[in-house]
């Protein structure tokens, strides 16, 4: 049944997350809170507009969620010229952003802010499996950039 929903309204929710969010990690990140919600609440519709205008909505306020999160307030773009004191600092630094924002995030608060798991679960307001998850997953593209990326210097 969520296979059918997510088929349904996959594209409307994404393009709505995307226009309004501005970014593809952000749009992406909606998409599958919106998803998310609807699997927790398991809504009742009354019909198809019904059920269409519920994803709207939801999708419209997640949007509005983001754009209000302090965090994403005091967010800057960092300066792409900045300097490090080894090339393997640069390379590694180019390697972790372009990491999918969350786990550009997960691996920014572990090894550079020194929160662990159960603290960064509770500022992402995610479970602590999922944190592991995305630490795992990080860490093996990271493995597998940077090994590749050294061994032909």
Request: hydrophobic share 35%.
């Amino acid at each position: 049944m969520i296979n059918e929903i997510v088929e349904k309204y996959s594209n409307m929710v994404y393009r709505i997350a995307l226009t309004r969010c501005g970014t593809i990690e952000n749009a992406e990140d909606i998409f599958q809170d919106v998803f998310m919600v609807y699997s927790e609440k398991h809504p009742k519709f009354e019909n198809s507009e019904h059920e269409k205008a519920w994803f709207i909505r939801v999708t419209i306020n997640l949007t509005k969620n983001l754009k209000r999160n302090v965090w994403n307030k005091r967010v800057i773009n960092l300066d792409e010229n900045m300097i490090f004191e080894t090339k393997e600092e640069q390379d590694v630094y180019s390697v972790v952003c372009e990491l999918p924002q969350n786990y550009r995030t997960v691996i920014y608060l572990l090894y550079y802010e020194g929160y662990k798991v159960k603290e960064i679960s509770k500022l992402m307001k995610k479970s602590e499996g999922t944190i592991k998850t995305w630490l795992f997953r990080a860490r093996e593209i990271l493995k597998e950039k940077l090994e590749g990326g050294f061994e032909d210097e």
